[in-house]
C-alpha cells in the first residue's frame, strides 16, 4: 500500500484519504480495494468509514460509467470508422486512428 511499519489509528486514516484520492487518477479497482482494506475496522472509526463508503460509491458510478460507455460504443456505433475490426465481424477495415498510424 502507501504505508509502511505498524498501522497506527493515524496511519490508516492517512492511507484511507490518500488511497481515496489516489482512485480519481483513472484507478477505480483502488477504491474498491480501500473499501475491502478497511472493511473491518470502518465502524470503528468515522474518518475511514467516511472515506470507504466514498470508495464503494465511486467505485459503483464509475463501473456504471464505464458499462455505459461500452455499451454506447459496442451497440450504438457499430458502423463507425473508430472501429478497426467491427463489432460481430472478423473484417479489417482502414478506421480513423489506423490511417494516422500507417
Not at 489516489?22 to 484507478?27: I, M, P, R, S, Y
Not at 475496522?41 to 467516511?50: L, Y
Amino acid at each position: 500500500m502507501f504505508a509502511s511499519g505498524k498501522l497506527t489509528k493515524e496511519t490508516a486514516e492517512q492511507l484511507a484519504k490518500r488511497q481515496f484520492y489516489a482512485g480519481f487518477f483513472g484507478l477505480p479497482w483502488l477504491w474498491m480495494s480501500n473499501y475491502f482494506y478497511f472493511w473491518d475496522i470502518r465502524k470503528k472509526n468515522e474518518v475511514i468509514n467516511r472515506y470507504c463508503v466514498l470508495s464503494l460509491r465511486c467505485f459503483v458510478v464509475a463501473c456504471v460509467l464505464m458499462m455505459i460507455y461500452w455499451m454506447v460504443m459496442y451497440f450504438g456505433l457499430p458502423d463507425s470508422s473508430l472501429w478497426v475490426i467491427k463489432p460481430g465481424k472478423d473484417v479489417y477495415q482502414e478506421g480513423t486512428f489506423t490511417k494516422s498510424i500507417l
